[in-house]
């Protein structure tokens, strides 16, 4: 990579090939951002204080609220870590951090974790702080193996935009009156993170939460757990939901959270619970429920992802006298349209990987940067592109960037290596291919396939691949998620808790 430090360069956003949509209903997602309101929407004071009682009133909204009140940009999400370990722990969870470490150029340098919690049975019992070095344990938990695990990541996106809500003019009762009266479900949550994904850590567990507040059918309660044989064993009390919360950081740049949990003793003690003689035989977990915005729809999978950057290396020289340089701009020009064009190209003809359930790969160049002024012949440029894959692996969509690379330097003339510029290829990171999901639970509408990543590759499941099943649900639109009107309804964050308690429900019953 080029040392950004060394190089003082004049960077923009030059263009995006692709808009990445999500496979589902667009018509009824463009509907919904029309229909959106500002951030800025103000009401009259009697309507403001009438939508925060709403909020307040209800314990799922005002987590909510809390949860996205606190900038939780990747790599900062100490403070966010912080408060939903206190909250699971008031609400009876038995709770643990795992730390992930912050990347070696984050500016950030409080510590930052995934939390995961696990019911108590008995409320009035103290809550254990498991905590770092206890993880370290293969029999943390004890006897206690979840059948459910859901998930979702408590990182965001920048920039911070603060939490808001408002009542859409179109929610109004009394017409052309003061909005004295509205309809509470089409109250408009927006704010960074109110979609994607604290909607989804909301309402994961207060699903959770309402479960644990009816009793269960027999036949989907875990069996009481044995008592401890010796005084170093870990007791854990019996508990009638066997279900599981974990909630993750940095989702949003490298899935380093769920990659360490992937990687730990806790994931091994999940997925391969240790079964001694003397102890009843556990089962590993069965289904996994992901929380991204998919509009409570469920989807049957998602594109891979392909990331790289191009490097292009010339010759700085006075604009006046452009021989005697080498411009790297005119070198990743060529490279770059080239690339531009493989994702509407067949396979034969050199283009990117296709499939029927996918459809076509597409590719986003996203950020160019390029030259120090334009009196100076450029010495170097670079540009990073996002490929998503519709079909096969990366490591065959790798093999046709460099093809095309080599192509577009070879028709410029610089193929030979003897010149004064040079390009190269960057692939950051291994890349995945497409991700099939399940959707085999009724009553969650058509499913289609969705554009953007998640976290689910990131958890290796290694032989028990096949086994486990994965789901990926949440509410509100991918399509304002990352934008500065990302919002949802009081609607949809309330259905969406009923949804995962239809998911839990059906994994249990399995």
Known sequence: ??????????????????????????????????????????????????????????????????????????????????????????????????????????TDKKKRFNVFAWPKADTNASTPILDLVDEEKDDVLGDFVPKVILTSHIDTVPPFIPYSASVPPSSSLLGEEEEEAFNRSAILLSGRGTVDAKACVAAQTHAVLDLLSSPLPPNLQQPPSFSPTTEHEIYTLPTSLPVALLFVVGEEK?????????????????????????????????????????????????????????????????????????????????????LDGLGDRSEEAGGLPRSTKYGASTVNIGLIRGGVAANVVPERAEASVAVRLAGDTPAVAR????????????????????????????????????????????????????????????????????????????????????????????????????????????????
């Open 399 to 510: 093999g046709i960037v460099r093809r095309a690379v080599e192509t577009a330097i070879q028709r410029k003339g610089d193929g030979d290596g003897v010149s004064d510029g040079r390009v190269d290829v960057v692939f950051d990171g291994p890349g995945y291919p497409p991700i099939d999901l399940d959707a085999d639970v009724d009553g969650f509408g058509e499913s289609e396939t969705v554009n953007y990543g998640t976290d689910v590759p990131n958890l290796d499941l290694g032989s028990r691949r096949g086994q486990v099943k994965r789901y990926l649900y949440g509410p509100g639109s991918i399509l304002v998620a990352h934008g500065d009107h990302e919002g949802l309804t009081v609607g949809e964050l309330e259905s969406a808790v009923g949804g995962y308690r239809r998911l839990i429900l059906a994994a249990l019953e399995r």
């Open 1 to 106: 990579m080029i040392p950004k430090d060394n190089y003082n360069y004049s960077s923009f956003i030059l263009f995006s090939l692709c808009v990445f949509l999500p496979s589902i209903p667009l018509a009824q997602a463009s509907n919904r951002i029309d229909n959106q309101s500002p951030l800025s929407q103000h009401h009259s004071p009697a309507t403001q204080d009438a939508i925060s009682e709403v909020i307040s009133a209800s314990p799922l909204l005002s987590f909510h609220r809390s949860l996205c009140q606190i900038e939780s940009i990747t790599n900062n999400e100490n403070a966010v870590g912080n408060y939903l370990f206190s909250y699971l722990k008031q609400h009876h969870f038995h709770v643990l951090r795992q730390e992930v470490p912050q990347p070696a150029d984050s």
């Open 254 to 338: 490298t899935g380093s959270g769920m990659k360490t949990f992937s990687s730990s003793p806790l994931h091994r003690s999940l997925s391969h619970p240790p079964n001694p003689s003397n102890r009843p035989r556990r089962e590993a977990y069965s289904t996994l429920i992901f929380g991204e915005p998919t509009q409570s729809h469920l989807p049957s999978g998602h594109k891979g992802i392909l990331v790289f950057r191009i490097l292009a290396h010339g010759k700085a020289a006075h604009s006046g006298y452009p021989w005697l340089g080498r411009s790297a701009n005119s070198l990743i020009i060529p490279v770059l349209a080239a």
